[in-house]
């Protein structure tokens, strides 16, 4: 697995398709390995003619873990969230969004078109927004805007996401535990099998179990708030992806996403929850291409 420093940290990361195709860069979401990017799903753009990238967040997989910072107080940190006031965190989706560009300067990248799901589309819209000259477009799947007056995930898709994570001795409790929570985030109109899914949680076990790291990225999205007026700066071509069934992003929070992106164009999926599950992998890599060679024509 290579690795790249940027940012000042390291980013462990792979890469599929042709080095001089147009590049495409995914951005995955809270706690979640690279690796949830299905390589179906990576190989299915490099046919439609794109360099496609997938790295693992700082605190996650192979990529540098804050340990210097210890855990953080995440039940505090969403008290204070709630109640308006700021949230003190290690560091925040800006941090984030540099590490992205900064790989992107690592590997020589002058712009890219950014794709990111659940946290990883917050970390998107940023870059986005902040670095256009670096975006050829962006795409945000399953993500939210941040404004505090959307409506929340259901409790028991809020409950699996802030459970107490099993101990690192305990393999199959590790596995049991991710398998629920995708039984209960995932898509009902697109299920996984139990091979499947056990297959995943298996292989993001044992590449990395880090739950330390989850906690504090978890605050960083809190202490980050709301994005809707940087959203409204974003200039190059955007398409929000979202699920009609998604538990714990209401297909409310892609509505808003898309209504704060000007010219930004909404898809809903019906029957798709808060995961990138095999069915759906033809659907979103011909959103996601279509889009993109749209964007590179104008």
Known sequence: MPVVTANGIDIAYDEFGDPKAPALLLIMG???????????????????????????????????????????????????????????????????????????????????????????????????????????????IMSSSGAPDLPPGKPEAIGVLLAPRPDADDREKIIAHGMNVYRVIGSPGFPTSDAELRAKIEQATDRSYYPVGVGRQL????????????????????????????????????????????????????????DVAPGLVPILAEAIAEHCLAADKQ
């Open 219 to 274: 605050v960083g999205v809190l202490a980050s708030g709301s994005r809707v007026d940087l959203l409204k700066t974003i200039k190059v071509p955007s398409l929000v992806l979202h699920g009609a069934d998604d538990p714990l992003v209401p297909v409310e929070a892609g509505k808003d996403t898309a209504k704060h992106i000007p010219g930004a164009k909404l898809t809903i999926i019906p029957g798709m929850g808060h």
């Open 30 to 140: 809270l706690g979640t390995q690279m690796i949830a990017w299905p390589v179906p799903f990576c190989e299915a753009l490099v046919q439609r003619g794109f360099r496609v990238l997938r790295f693992d967040n700082r605190d996650i997989g192979l990529s540098t873990k804050f340990d210097h910072v210890g855990p953080v107080d995440v039940a505090g940190a969403f008290a204070k969230a709630m109640s308006g006031q700021p949230v003190d965190a290690p560091y925040t989706l800006d941090d984030m969004a540099a590490d992205a560009v900064g790989f992107m300067d690592a590997l020589g990248i002058a712009r890219a078109h950014v794709v990111g799901a659940s946290m990883g589309g917050m970390i998107a819209q940023v870059v986005a927004a902040k670095y256009p000259d670096r975006t050829r477009s962006l795409v945000s």
